[in-house]
């Protein structure tokens, strides 16, 4: 599997522990952010090749947040994957999901994120 730089954002810091261990166990760069504000900083300061979000995050929506990376320079490309997740599929079916390249359940299972990552990377 090729390795990917991957920006996640996870406002539940226990599960963001977990992912970031789940993305260096399978073999990726990952880097984590707490807010959508956060994350705007660092992809503003770093390319990514996939960035995942929590759709419902505490400063602002995942959309939003969406939007905002699509902006910046060297985003505007179909090159950066952007994946759209939550725990409730709710909030999945109300994400704006047209601003995702795809809008997940979250799903903590090494295999399972290892899979989809491989079927989300398809195209690059």
């Given amino acids: 599997m090729t390795p990917y ?3 996640y954002i996870e406002d539940y810091e226990p599960a963001a522990i977990t992912l970031d261990f ?5 073999g990726h760069t990952p880097t984590g952010a707490l807010t959508g504000a956060e994350a705007l900083e660092l992809a503003a300061e770093n390319h990514y090749d996939l960035i995942m979000i929590d759709v419902k995050l505490p400063d602002m ?4 947040v969406a939007e905002k990376i699509r902006a910046l320079p ?4 179909d ?5 759209g997740h939550s725990a409730d599929i709710d909030h999945l079916d109300n994400a704006h999901s047209d601003v995702f390249d795809f809008a997940e359940n979250k799903d903590f299972e090494p295999h399972a ?3 989809n990552i491989q079927r ?3 195209s690059l």
Avoid: E, F, M
């Fill in 120 to 122: 989300w990377t398809q």
């Fill in 74 to 77: 060297g985003y505007q490309s």
């Fill in 79 to 83: 090159r950066t994957i952007i994946i």
């Fill in 5 to 7: 730089k991957i920006l």
């Fill in 22 to 26: 789940i993305l260096k166990d399978i």
């Fill in 61 to 64: 929506p995942g959309h939003v």
């Fill in 113 to 115: 994120i290892s899979r």
